[in-house]
Every structure is written in structure tokens, then in C-alpha cells.
């Protein structure tokens, strides 16, 4: 059966920016080195380099797989420390690119094969990679086209016939409602949320027989002037936001100097203390209450968050046992809730141009999206007793 590529139509147009890029994919974050790698280099026999790759690399013991095996030491700065003086990557210079791990190869190349499809996207923790497909003004499209031969490697997922359909219409659902721009974005993910919620409702085999009609429902809400009104009763939650913001913006680590920088500067006001904003709940309501009318009128704000979703929606999602669509809506619904945290706490300084808004979105995406604590954790935050899922994901989303 001949293979096919599905990609969004950015993907072809990025090249790395090397020695122009303002945040190295060498630094700032842990550098994993998969298995057959890690072993070669401890096995390697090249006098220029054999020494210094047995001593800066080392093994992850918390590796969840066979591509998080080991990793490169970073030195004090945060940077590889298989990098010369110039910034130049010492095992390509002496080795050759084919030395390189799996994870130097493909970055920032996100890449699964689904039965016969190969699917490619872009991570947004690259600079180069985020201003592709956040900058996309019509929103992000996408192309299908017979596929070439691979010239990386491709995880692999295999969906039987149910799955797959069951995932296609999922998938376009949740694209074709976020880039319907009718209505602000909030709403378009409290509709995919109400669809989520029907869908908990059901048992398993059920949902795979009715997703389809269901769409058939929800979809043309998305253009219906009526929408708000559905939601007018819903009331934002500001101790939840603001336990969000406390862990998100003060207490999490993150070797990203790019995001501590803009993290640090979020919910700064003249006239007010810091610790006022995170520990007293009315105060941090009136600063959401005096810049949310800004934020919900700013066009490229709504495009970015637009243009993140459905990119993390294409790259992310793939209905597997271990992750299906409610769990990933948790997921979307709070990515989106941590960036706009990040945006409005940064709004009364920055001009939120195209530049402030991929730097944002890029240092939160290097930051937070490769830590393996930093999601589940914030999930946890916003669990409340008594409600499901998805209500907790709906409830967080209304600001
Ligand atoms: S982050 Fe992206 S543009 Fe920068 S060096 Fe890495 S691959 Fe190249």
C-alpha cells in the first residue's frame, strides 16, 4: 500500500538558524541521548574525542524509555558541554552528523508514522520552529502528499480501523472548531470541551460509534452568534488561576534563562507588592479584571494561542490506549490556561508584538513542555472534589 505524508505547510520551509538562533537548542534544558547512542559513545575510539564524550556524558536514571537513556552534562551555564568554544557541536565536527543521538538529529522535527501515514510537525520550543507556526495569520493549513522515503526515524503507532476513525474525527473537530475565528478562543475551547464532556459521558465502545454524529452537533455551534450565551453562567475561578500562577510563575524551576526572565517579570504592577498579587486573592482579581479586556481584544494574541493549539493538537494527539482525547483535552485546556497566565501577567509591559509573543510561547514551551513534572503538577492543581475531568478542565478555562 503506497505510504503518505501529512505535514502543516510550514513544516517544509524550516532550516536551523544556528549560530543566529538567541536559544540554542544546545542549552537551557536536559539533552537525552538514546540507548544505541549512549553506548556508542562510551565505546567510541576516536583519540580527538573519545575522552571528552566519556566524560560528559551520563546516564538518566529517570529515563522513561530507550531514547531518554542518558544525557549530556550541561556546564554551569546550562550549555552542553559537547560544545567548542564557538558553540559548535564537537560530535558533528569530529564524528559527522550521522554521529549524532536521535534527539540532535530530529529536533525540533516531531515525527510519528500512524499505520501508513507519516506525520510531521514542529515544536515550538525551537525560536525558528515557534515563528512558523505561530506567525501563520490565516491560521495553520495542511498539506497530504505521497510519501518520500524517510530520512529520519519515526516512532510508530499502529490504530486499528475503529481507533483510527475514531481519532480523524476527534482531531479535525477539535481543528475546525479552533480555527473558526467567529467567536474568541475561550469559547471555541469551552465548545470542544462541552463535545468532551458528552463524550465522558459515554462508555468506551459507545463513544467510537457516536463521535461522528456528535460532531455533527457540536460543530456548527462553533459559527452560532448564540455560544456565549451557553456559557453565560460560568463564573472564572480566580483561586484556582492564582494557585496556577504562584506555582507556574514563582515557585517552578526551570533552567530556561529565557523563561525565568519573562516568568519573573508576569504580574508586576507599580504601586504593588509581588507576594500581594499571589497571596491575596482579590488583588489578584482586580489586576485580571483591568487587563483581561486587553487581552480578549488583541488579534495576534488570539492568532498565536490559535495557531499553538492546533499545532500541539496535530503533534500531540494520537489516540492511543494510555492517552485519549479526554485526557488530552486536560492537557490542551492547560497548556492554554498556563500561556494566558503568562500573557496577561506580562501584558501592562510588553508590547506583545510577533516578537514578545513567540519569545513567550517558545521559553514556555522549552521550559515547561519537556519537564516531566510540570504538567502533572498543574493538573493536580486545579482538581476539584465532586467534579469530573472535563468539568475541571471547562471550569479553569472561563476568565
Ligand atoms: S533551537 Fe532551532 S534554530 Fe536554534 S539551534 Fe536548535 S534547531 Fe537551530
Known amino acids: 500500500m503506497q505510504k503518505t505524508e501529512l505535514k502543516p505547510s510550514y513544516y517544509d520551509q524550516f532550516t536551523c538558524i544556528g549560530g543566529a538562533c538567541e536559544d540554542t537548542c544546545c542549552a537551557g534544558w536536559r539533552i537525552d541521548i538514546d540507548k544505541k547512542s549512549y553506548q556508542k559513545y562510551k565505546n567510541e575510539k576516536n583519540p580527538e574525542i573519545k575522552d571528552a564524550l566519556k566524560k560528559n556524558i551520563q546516564r538518566n536514571r529517570q529515563g522513561q524509555n530507550d531514547l531518554q537513556y ?37 529536533y525540533p522535527r516531531q515525527n510519528i508514522q500512524i499505520n501508513q501515514t507519516f506525520e510531521k510537525s514542529l515544536d515550538t520550543s525551537c525560536p525558528e ?8 495569520k490565516n491560521g495553520i493549513d495542511f498539506i497530504e502528499d505521497e510519501a518520500d522515503i524517510p530520512t529520519f526515524s519515526f516512532n510508530y503507532l499502529e490504530q486499528q480501523d475503529e481507533i483510527r476513525d475514531y481519532f480523524w474525527v476527534n482531531r479535525m473537530f477539535m481543528i ?8 474568541p478562543i475561550e469559547l471555541r475551547l469551552l465548545l470542544i470541551g462541552l463535545y468532551m464532556k458528552k463524550l465522558e459521558s459515554l462508555p468506551l465502545k459507545a463513544r467510537y ?22 456559557f453565560k453562567e460560568f463564573k472564572p475561578n480566580y483561586v484556582k488561576h492564582q494557585q496556577l500562577a504562584k506555582y507556574f510563575l514563582k515557585s517552578f524551576v526551570a533552567y530556561s534563562e529565557r523563561f525565568r526572565l519573562v516568568a519573573g517579570l508576569a504580574f508586576e504592577e507599580k504601586d504593588l507588592q509581588k507576594t500581594d498579587i499571589f497571596e ?5 482579581e482586580s489586576f485580571i479584571k483591568k487587563y483581561r479586556p486587553i487581552y480578549k481584544n488583541h488579534e495576534e494574541i488570539q492568532m498565536v494561542l490559535e495557531n499553538y493549539l492546533v499545532n500541539l493538537i496535530f503533534s500531540s494527539y494520537h489516540e492511543k490506549k494510555s492517552q485519549d482525547v479526554l485526557a488530552f483535552f486536560s492537557y490542551l485546556t492547560i497548556q492554554f490556561v498556563l500561556l494566558r497566565l503568562l500573557i496577561i501577567g506580562n501584558i501592562n509591559k510588553l508590547q506583545m508584538n510577533e516578537d514578545d509573543l513567540v519569545t513567550m510561547i517558545q ?9 516531566n513534572h510540570y504538567i502533572p503538577t498543574s493538573l493536580e492543581l486545579i482538581s476539584l472534589t465532586g467534579y469530573s475531568k472535563i468539568s475541571q478542565a471547562i471550569h479553569i478555562l472561563v476568565l
Open 176 to 183: 475546525q472548531v479552533l480555527q473558526n475565528r467567529t467567536h
Open 280 to 284: 491575596n486573592t482579590q488583588t489578584f
Open 363 to 371: 521559553a514556555f514551551s522549552k521550559a515547561g513542555m519537556h519537564n
Open 129 to 136: 520552529a515557534a515563528r512558523l507556526i505561530l506567525l501563520n
Open 70 to 106: 542518558g544525557k549530556f552534562k550541561l556546564d554551569p551555564d546550562g550549555k552542553c558541554t559537547m560544545l567548542d568554544e564557538e558553540n559548535l557541536c564537537t560530535i558533528q565536527k569530529t564524528l559527522g552528523e550521522k554521529a549524532l543521538c536521535h534527539t540532535c538529529t530530529i
Open 209 to 230: 460509534k457516536q463521535a461522528e454524529k456528535l460532531v455533527a452537533t457540536y460543530l456548527p455551534l462553533a459559527s452560532d452568534p448564540e455560544l456565549p450565551e451557553m
